[in-house]
């Protein structure tokens, strides 16, 4: 997981070579991901991933509360499921990225 990282960086400064062993994600037959991957739990599963999900749907809420503070939108705020699934998703693979090359 992302804890992992800094000890190695550490023992890499006073020279020492350090492997990490990561088990990484699969997936079922049903393409549904197992196992959490480069970045362990918190990047790719848990903390990440909700507080994208989250934030989303905070602006989701402003928007349509807003017309409490005199703020006019043509149409009411909409959510579009697949485009926020494949940010998350790009986002989340991207940190697996930096943690695989690092």
């Known amino acids: 997981g992302a804890g992992g990282t800094?000890?190695?960086?550490?023992?890499?400064?006073?020279g020492k070579r350090v492997a990490i062993i990561e088990r990484g994600?699969?997936?079922?037959?049903?393409?549904?991901?197992?196992?959490?991957?480069y970045g362990?739990?918190?990047?790719n599963?848990?903390?990440?991933?909700?507080?994208?999900?989250?934030?989303?749907?905070?602006?989701?809420e402003g928007a349509e509360e807003a017309a409490g503070y005199g703020v006019?939108?043509?149409a009411?705020?909409?959510l579009n499921w697949p485009e926020l699934v494949q940010r998350r998703n790009a986002y989340v693979e991207r940190l697996n990225g930096i943690y695989e090359r690092n």
């Not at 190695?8 to 006073?14: F, T």
């Not at 903390?47 to 602006?59: I, S």
């Open 6 to 14: 800094a000890p190695p960086r550490r023992a890499a400064m006073y």
């Open 25 to 37: 994600a699969e997936w079922d037959d049903a393409g549904v991901r197992q196992g959490a991957g």
């Open 40 to 43: 362990g739990t918190c990047v």
């Open 45 to 60: 599963v848990g903390c990440v991933p909700k507080k994208l999900m989250f934030t989303a749907a905070a602006y989701l």
């Open 72 to 74: 006019e939108h043509a």
């Open 76 to 78: 009411p705020p909409s």
